[in-house]
């Protein structure tokens, strides 16, 4: 009986904030130039990159429609300055099939009888293609893909949404190739490939990043990320517990989201942890301090951690995955792992991490040819202007 009534009052509630974004919220909407439809505001590279985009065409009115529980406010306020905010996990989350149906028409028929709205955005969001199909074909549509897994679970969505929506963006030609296997697999027709356009991340690189770091007797290797099943944090415990066994004064440090709950894995493996680094300059401190960043994942698109970190000196050191191999070159520029067991890539990272504790020049060598080569590929402007061309109208 207490979890009947329970279950009434969240339902009550979720009709309370459905009324709020009627009479509020949807005005947000109306009056906006480009919409867009996101998961999260926490901290994540997937949503430095929505903050990106949103920078890109900060001259635009633009909302910003969240569907989930973001686990942190740290991206709000970010959020909040580029654009409106919308917030629909108090009306969702109440799992009410109709008041989520009113939800959804109710969006619908503010974006199409917009007089202002020419585009709509999605990433990340099952929400987004739920009401895709309902958009004005007179309004752009756009999606992001950053990364697909083997066997990933949107495979059926994104096939089935190929005729919505007018750009499909990929960060990189390894995304591409991967939904193009996708359009095959599910026999679209192949001139919908065309509706795939590759606009690769970019950070900013000012005056102060292009200068020359200068060498450091500290070796110092960091794991940037969030704790998540893909990220494998403790395959990088399991490397920093192996390379201090043999070399004492070599220091491994983490920073991120989800970790704390992990707290004595990673004192146990001898790690300092940092703690959920927020602000863009303590960041760039942490990566002018480090010799090298490790990315230990089972996939990923282009980690925006080796960006940002490659404009500071800083050596990736990855597993090749996803697109890291497009820019990234073994003993070139970074260093890349191309195991298949967990027990080697443990024993391939100790290898390769003591083959730059053992050679100084090495490190000097590499750390200067990633900082050139990141200064050269990765500057934010293309990254500007092509998502101004692909949202604003002309």
């Known amino acids: 009986m207490i979890q009947i009534i329970k279950q009434i009052i969240k339902i009550i509630y979720g009709y309370f904030c459905y009324l709020k974004f009627i009479l509020i919220e949807s005005n947000k909407i109306k009056k906006a130039n480009i919409i867009f439809i996101l998961p999260f505001y926490h901290t994540g590279g997937a949503e430095k990159v929505h903050l990106d985009i949103l920078n890109a065409v900060k001259h635009k009115k633009c909302c910003v429609i969240f569907t989930h529980l973001s686990a942190t406010k740290n991206y709000y306020e970010a959020f909040k300055s580029q654009s409106q905010i919308i917030e629909l996990n108090s009306i969702r989350n109440k799992k009410s099939a109709f008041l989520n149906k009113i939800l959804k028409r109710s969006i619908l028929k503010n974006i199409n009888t917009s007089q202002s709205i020419h585009a709509v955005f999605g990433c990340n969001t099952p929400f987004f293609y739920e009401i895709l199909p309902g958009i004005k074909t007179n309004i752009k549509r756009v999606d992001l893909i950053h990364a697909l897994s083997k066997n990933d679970e949107r495979e059926a969505v994104l096939a089935s949404s190929i005729p919505f929506v007018d750009h499909r963006i990929c960060i990189n030609a390894k995304a591409k190739n991967d939904l193009t296997a996708i359009y095959k697999k599910y026999h679209a027709e192949m001139g919908l490939v ?120 800083t050596i990736p050191i990855a597993t090749n995955v996803g697109g890291i191999s497009q820019h990234i070159k073994h003993l070139d520029n970074g260093l890349l792992i191309s195991s298949n067991s967990y027990s080697e890539l443990v024993n391939d990272f100790v290898k390769e991490i003591t083959f730059l504790i053992e050679n100084k020049a090495e490190i000097q060598r590499m750390s200067d040819t990633a900082k050139t080569y990141a200064i050269a590929n990765f500057n934010i402007d293309n990254f500007n202007n092509s998502y101004r061309n692909l949202l604003e109208l002309s």
């Open 194 to 313: 065309d509706k795939l356009k590759i606009i690769e991340n970019g950070v900013v690189i000012n005056e102060a990043s292009k200068l020359t770091k200068q060498p450091s007797q500290n070796i110092k290797f960091g794991f940037i990320g969030r704790w998540s099943e893909e990220k494998r944090p403790e395959l990088f415990l399991e490397v920093a517990k192996k390379i201090q066994a043999n070399h004492a004064n070599v220091e491994f440090v983490m920073a991120g989201t989800g970790m704390k709950s992990n707290l004595k894995q990673i004192n146990e493996a001898g790690v300092h942890f940092l703690g959920e680094i927020t602000s863009q300059v303590e960041l760039n401190k942490l990566y002018e301090s480090l010799t090298g960043v490790i990315i230990s994942s089972v996939y990923e698109g282009f980690p925006m951690v080796i960006m940002e970190s490659m404009v500071f000196n």
